[in-house]
């Protein structure tokens, strides 16, 4: 069967051969041979059986034709338009249609069954990325191709956390019966913990209701509200005018000072409280002249009670003119900073003490500046004796240190859970800015914050029991039952001579 010299008519003209038509039509073979009509009857039985029927066409194909196929693919895209691959790259220029490239079409080609921008927001507004590639069947680097191409932001995983945990609240919330006949008889502590979700969750399931909350409180927070209470009866308990609709578990007003008591586990990022959600509270109380103490159930309460009492002056005033200042040993500084602050102790090369009839009453440690070598030296911690307010002592130790150490520069970092610094203005220093929140890890078997330093990734091989390399610092510690906690960030305070 040779094509080359066999006579056809094609679309109304004979040719002497396919070959002929070809060149002359600039049609594809594989066309040519689908509709010749031989001009012979002997070659038309030759050639019976062989291929099959396509659609004809009576003009070549138009810019549509070719966006319908077109997938970067001349060869393919030219044999199910029935032309040539040269005709086909001759009607792409005409038609200024766009060549695909390789990586292209590889991308087209992948991306046949993507949702539209608001198809995937709405299946993102409710689920993790985990979830979306479960959903659709897609590998990771896919899906953030697609986020990238609509301009979505991925979000942070406590936002992620947070919208899950509301979903399961939601699922999970009782009906108005259910919930008011348990409340007559258990606390909305009890009722979070019978429940698993915050305190919170179980106070605003009451309000929704329209049900009196008159109890919501835990024992550690109920025995701190009333030690409040018995220094100043202006205090209030869950409060949600000040920073409405956000409650605060204690305010007084009298005093403009509000306290969020925070069980660990219910404020951790694993119940939704992400990295600004305390940091949000504390600005929202500073912009209305309110100091907001963040205090954690892990916190030393003794020490919390102390520091309450500082803010409320319940406490013995010295001044710092009837004190005697003097640099002390290391080991008294430790001493007294794990008796009296928060924080406890820290290194330091210089301690500064300040006594009052030979009782030491504060005390400051400066060492070498740990994280911002543009500083000279840094105060690690500042001290106050739990029973006395000492007034301008923080302001006679610093302008000794600066004088007897001949400082041009410091710097320290105030810890916004108990306050903004304000005393450090005092001793000739300003706010320079705002640290972002920092955050701590726990295990749900002691409850005991640790240092996120102590966790870098480079670091847990050593440490956790189930390590995978390929894994986050943070998913690695989920995955070994640790939990997050965020805290409100620093003051950071400096002194230029």
């Given amino acids: 069967m040779n094509y080359s010299i066999t006579p056809i008519m094609f679309r109304g003209q004979q040719f002497n051969s396919i070959k002929d038509a070809i060149e002359q039509t600039g049609m594809s073979r ?14 038309k039985k030759k050639f019976e059986g062989f291929g099959r029927k396509k659609k004809q066409f009576n003009t070549l194909p138009s810019k549509q034709d070719i966006l319908n ?22 009607l792409i220029n005409e ?22 921008k608001q198809e995937l927001l709405d299946q993102y507004a409710t689920s993790s990325i985990g979830d979306l590639l479960t959903h659709y069947n897609i590998g990771y680097n896919k899906l953030m191709r697609w986020f990238k191409s609509y301009d979505i932001v991925v979000r942070p995983l406590g936002e992620t956390a947070a919208i899950k945990h509301a979903q399961r609240h939601e699922s999970i919330k009782p009906s108005y ?31 929704e ?22 220094i100043d009866d202006s205090f209030v308990q869950n409060d949600r005018t000040l920073i409405a609709p956000l409650e605060l578990d204690m305010v007084s007003h009298k005093h403009k000072l509000a306290i969020e008591y925070c069980g660990i586990y219910w404020h951790s990022e694993t119940m939704g409280k992400t990295k600004q959600y305390h940091r949000n509270k504390f600005l929202k109380c500073n912009e209305l002249g309110y100091t907001l103490l963040t205090v954690f159930e892990s916190d030393d309460q003794n020490k919390v009670r102390a520091l309450i009492r500082t803010k409320l002056n319940g406490n013995e005033k010295i001044y710092a003119r009837q004190t005697s200042i003097k640099i002390i040993d290391s080991r008294t500084a430790a001493e007294f900073h794990r008796a009296h602050h928060l924080s406890n102790s820290i290194g330091g090369t210089v301690h500064i003490g300040l006594f009052y009839q030979n009782e030491l009453v504060m005390v400051s440690t400066f060492s070498k500046s740990r994280y911002n070598k543009k500083y000279e030296y840094e105060c690690g911690r500042m001290t106050s ?67 996120r330093v102590k966790y870098q990734k480079h670091k847990l091989k050593a440490i956790l029991k189930n390590y995978n390399p390929n894994l986050s610092e943070h998913d690695n510690m989920i995955n070994n039952g640790y939990h997050k906690i965020w805290d409100c960030g620093n003051a950071v305070y400096v002194y230029r001579k």
């Fill in 30 to 43: 594989y066309l040519i041979k689908k509709e010749a009509v031989y001009v012979n009857e002997s070659d």
């Fill in 69 to 90: 196929v077109y997938d970067g693919n001349i060869r393919l895209t030219a044999k199910a338009l029935g032309v040539t691959e040269a005709i086909l790259n001759q």
């Fill in 95 to 116: 038609y200024n249609i766009k060549h695909i490239n390789l990586s292209e079409a590889i991308t087209i080609k992948s991306d046949k069954n993507k949702p539209t």
């Fill in 177 to 207: 019966d259910v919930l008011n006949s348990e409340y007559k008889t258990k606390t909305i502590y009890e009722l979070s913990l019978q429940y698993g979700v915050d305190k919170h969750v179980v106070s605003n399931w009451l309000i």
């Fill in 209 to 230: 209701y329209g049900i009196d909350v008159t109890t919501n409180k835990s024992r550690g927070e109920q025995e701190l509200f009333n030690y409040c209470k018995s």
């Fill in 385 to 451: 004796h739990s029973k006395y307010t000492v007034v301008g002592g923080a302001s006679k130790i610093f302008k000794y240190f600066f004088n007897k150490m001949n400082v041009k520069s410091c710097i320290t970092y105030a810890d916004l859970r108990f306050g903004n610094g304000s005393v450090y203005k005092y001793c000739g220093m300003e706010r320079l800015n705002d640290t972002s929140p920092n955050y701590f890890y726990f295990n749900s078997s002691d409850f005991i914050l640790e240092s």
